[in-house]
């Protein structure tokens, strides 16, 4: 069993190894720009992990595990034109950097991209491989258009947010682990099994993503506190938070969502003193903890080793134990 | 061999039995809205011709040949955008209908969708099948990425437009061909032989457009004349023109081209007078013969029946006879 560190260092090195910039480099360098940033790699290593769990070689997976990373970036740059971001991992967007358009033509361009990388999978498996792949960007997709639906719509519910993340961000996450099964020649039963947990851990990642967003420490989260409040975002808190508030309570927090003339600062601490009040924090501890017991469940059905176990739990503490 | 008309009745009746809308209705509406249009359907018709005329059964292509189709509407989607265009086949462009976030998430669901179908291939087929779509999509992205380059360049040559419109337009005509061809059960030769005669016929198909553009009749061509001309683009026309003219008449068609002050119609006449005057008409259509002589040649070498090459013609008439 590879450790955590091994597969991310192979993920790295497969990427680092790899030149994504060509002529037009008009179209190219943003890709290039995109993918040395780097990031935490978490789908691909899911990929190779999975691969190895299931008693498969983890180099027949590294190419489409890449896939799965250079898709997963494709859309963070379309979801950054639609989302007018400016910073990504404490760097330029391409569509600031560049401009929409270039934004657009290269994602474009990194979803084929991500697709020939799919490809190189033996023929056999290429298949059911690429169905997968497919359904999972399709939901992705459904998974971003809710998220940009719900800004304007009122009367979304926690099950409304739920199936967004789960489409936006769970299926991928599942996607990568049962891509890495398929690989392995595992069966249907596992495959289907491990994509079940890639879920539920799917769900608890976003949702600690959401939580850390209110009640993170700054300096551990890489990013400003309140975003999600500021840009209006309903989250798993906000909807709780409203599906709780009377009375007073209610009237100042929706004068708070609403009010856009009020300064930031204020917005943010006004909102968080109302999640603190009604407990927002430990009822989304709760639901994490929900869902990561969920995942452990079904883990503890497969027969894995101590060593097994221990480096799946290894990769489950990086994603949801970054307050800690 | 099925005729033009039953091939083209084939695709017709395959899309329009076939519902796109679903939810989230706002991702699948437009996509519902582009796929209705119709078209011409070219792409397609070409994909299963040439599975007919190398034996196939053509009932095999018709998915993967909808998935080029789905492909290419995608990229009209994604160019309206980087255009700015407001009218396509006559109607409200996705990005003017609704927006421009919806034409960049409904236009990667497309691109999705049309993985879906080219996956509707049989799987000893797929790996083939699937690195000729994802070739063919990296190129066309290449070539919209020059057209878009071409724009803010001096000094661009008659060569590098056509290299532009080989990767924009060619590389998608001759896929079709290809594919068709491989899902026929084609040998390698005679695949990597339709490719070239389609790379022909597609370059020939484009330089018809753009002199359609300067010379056609509006109430056939469906479109204002002198768009080109009036969003400075670089075509063949004008490059030529540009190669040749000396003297007042350079430094007239400089003028014409870099202003933008001077009303529409006065920059149009004006630059048609000088693409007359250098004879741009007659050396156009003669560019055209000559791909079309190409493809022509390459037909020839294959042994079709009498009533096969009467098809060909019967399409390529289609493609590249709008005129008369």
């Not at 498996?125 to 940009?148: K, S």
């Amino acid at each position: 069993m590879f450790s955590l560190q091994a597969l991310q260092q192979r993920i790295g090195d497969a990427f680092s190894t790899t030149r994504f910039d060509r002529e037009p480099f008009r179209l190219y360098e943003p890709i290039a720009y995109t993918l040395e940033m780097g990031g935490k790699r978490l789908r691909p290593v899911l990929v190779l992990m999975s691969c190895d769990l299931f008693g498969g070689n983890i180099e027949d997976a590294v190419y489409p595990a890449m896939g799965v990373e250079i898709f997963h970036n494709f859309t963070l740059l379309h979801d950054d034109i639609m989302d007018n971001a400016l910073l990504r991992r404490g760097k330029d967007t391409v569509c600031r950097k560049w401009n929409n358009n270039t934004a657009i033509l290269s994602g474009d361009t990194m979803f084929v991209i991500a697709y020939e990388y799919v490809a190189m999978t033996a023929p056999a498996l290429l298949p059911q491989v690429l169905n997968l792949f497919n359904d999972t960007a399709r939901m992705v997709c459904e998974g971003q258009q809710y998220d940009m639906d719900y800004e304007h719509r009122s009367g979304i519910t926690i099950a409304d947010y739920m199936l967004m993340i789960r489409l936006k961000t769970a299926v991928l996450i599942a996607c990568s682990l049962k891509l890495g099964a398929m690989l392995a020649g595992a069966d249907t039963e596992a495959a289907v099994k491990i994509y079940e947990f890639g879920i539920e851990l799917g769900l608890a990642f976003q949702l600690r993503d959401d939580f850390l967003d209110a009640f993170g420490d700054t300096t551990k989260f890489g990013k400003a506190i309140g975003g999600d409040i500021l840009t209006n975002k309903k989250t798993y808190l906000f909807l709780k938070a409203f599906e709780l508030a009377k009375g007073e309570t209610r009237s100042t927090l929706e004068d708070l969502f609403f009010s856009n003339e009020k300064n930031g600062n204020e917005k943010v601490e006004g909102i968080l003193g109302i999640y603190r009040l009604l407990g927002i924090d430990e009822i989304t501890r709760r639901e994490i903890e929900i869902h990561h017991a969920k995942a452990l469940e079904i883990l503890s059905s497969f027969s894995f080793s101590d060593e097994q176990s221990g480096a799946v739990n290894g990769l489950m503490k990086e994603m949801l134990g970054r307050e800690k």
